[in-house]
């Protein structure tokens, strides 16, 4: 049996791996790869501009609706009528005499 066995001697000389292609094949993947993480990459920037977006437009809104407050409440404090009542009762003042007005032309 053993003489059976070292009778048959294997050859792996036609097995061999070619550098250049192996080569080429590893450029292509690494290129695939770099491409694929830049367009992640700019999904994910995209999102994070879209969010940053949509909370500026929050604050505006936000902000618009106080402005809108404020000049309502302006509006409100300069009346004619609050201004007069705050005159008389915190000022002392009084409409004047028809004697203390005088047409300047």
Same mark, same amino acid.
């Given at each position: 049996m053993s003489e059976a066995? !070292?009778?048959a001697p294997v050859k792996i000389t036609e097995f061999a791996f070619y550098r250049p292609r192996l080569s080429s094949v590893f450029v292509?993947? %690494? &290129?695939? !790869? %770099?491409l694929s993480?830049?367009?992640v990459w700019s999904r994910i920037y995209a999102i994070n501009l879209e969010y940053g977006i949509s909370s500026l437009?929050?604050?505006i809104r936000s902000h618009e609706q106080q402005i809108k407050e404020l000049k309502t409440e302006a509006a409100f404090l300069a009346r004619d009528e609050r201004i007069e009542k705050l005159a008389r @009762? @915190? &000022?002392g003042l009084r409409a004047p005499s028809p004697g203390q007005i005088i047409r300047v032309e």
């Open positions: 066995i !070292s009778q292509a993947i %690494l &290129l695939v !790869s %770099l993480l830049l367009f437009e929050r604050d @009762k @915190k &000022l």
